[in-house]
């Protein structure tokens, strides 16, 4: 499978690309628009558009560390690949990194951009406030940049830039994105809402939800009229009961970052979402 996103991420989706392209073709939305309102690392997002699955994508992350790697990748790539070919992968390097993000709310957001993609790169499991791989001395059997290949990442970033003309690019709280962008969007859309896990989140990202959040957010998603959506959960009571009113399906996903082994999630459709007739993930039915 190619990899087109600069950012390893924990939890990633990247595995479920060729379901959504599947589900694309089902729904007839080839050439549409795919919208993520918590995108993290962005793989769905960037292997719909480069296999010109969809003709647009709407992303969005509230996290500034994260928005300020988008930022940059889309509107300074050229003095972003100079940072990489100039920024030694260095300890030294790395702590003044994670300074950066210390001070994330003030600094600008192409220094915030490359902190928070170094930081991915050379942290455990892309997590940016995680341990640095090999530990701090630098002892292990994989050092700093075991991840980092800057010659690959470079091409990943000015691919990107290619794009960028068909990406759009937001800073806000998912539900404030829904409800500003609901209204001017054309019927052939579907927003896909992968948001912090009920019990997971607190761990693995910068951001998470408290029960208020999930209903808020569940509120927002459930007044989507026109286009379609698609909702992915840890597996989880609360979640279940949330979403007992719509076709919820379970699936297995490999974590990286949390358990080892296999990690159940849900996966809940709009009434309007037809599933792919042959589905390259094994859906089975919530009892
Ligand atoms: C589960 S991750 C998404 C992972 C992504 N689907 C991927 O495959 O890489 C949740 C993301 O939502 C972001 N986030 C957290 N709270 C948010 C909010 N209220 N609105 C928008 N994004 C938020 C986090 O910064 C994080 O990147």
Redesign the pocket.
């Known amino acids: 499978m190619t990899y087109y996103s600069p950012l390893r ?1 924990p ?4 595995k479920i690309s060729t379901f959504f392209s599947e589900l694309f073709t089902a729904n007839n939305l080839v050439g549409g628009t795919y919208i ?9 997002a960037l292997y719909l558009l480069m296999n010109r699955i969809v003709n647009r994508i709407i992303i ?4 500034r560390s ?1 928005f300020a790697f988008w930022h940059s990748v889309l509107n300074n790539s050229e003095e972003f690949c100079q940072l990489i070919t100039n920024t030694p992968v260095t300890m030294e390097t790395w702590h003044l990194q994670r300074e950066i993000q210390r001070n994330k709310a003030d600094v600008d957001l192409l220094s915030l951009g490359f902190s928070t993609f170094f930081l991915n790169r050379t942290n455990r499991s892309g997590i940016i406030k995680g341990g640095v791989i090999g530990g701090l001395n630098q002892t292990g059997n994989y050092l700093i940049d075991a991840r980092y290949n800057p010659d690959k990442l470079r091409e990943r970033i000015q691919a990107i830039a290619r794009f960028s003309n068909h990406i759009e690019l937001f800073n ?4 404030e ?1 829904v409800n500003n962008l609901q209204n001017d969007l054309p019927n052939n859309s579907l927003f896909y809402f ?4 009920y019990v997971k ?1 607190k761990g693995l ?5 408290n029960d208020q ?1 999930h209903l808020d957010i569940y509120n927002a998603i459930t007044q989507i009229e026109n286009q379609k959506w698609i909702v992915t959960y840890d597996k989880v009571d609360f979640i279940r009961d949330l979403y007992i009113n719509y076709r919820m399906f379970e699936y297995s996903l490999n974590y990286s970052a949390a358990t080892v082994g296999k990690g159940k999630e849900y996966m809940i459709l709009s009434d309007n979402c037809i599933l792919p007739p042959v589905s390259p993930i094994k859906l089975s039915h919530n009892q």
């Open positions: 991420y939890g990633g989706k990247g993520e309102p918590y995108v993290g690392g962005g793989s769905i969005n992350d509230m996290d994260l806000l709280d998912a539900v994105l992968d948001p912090p896990y989140g990202y910068m951001n998470y939800y959040d």
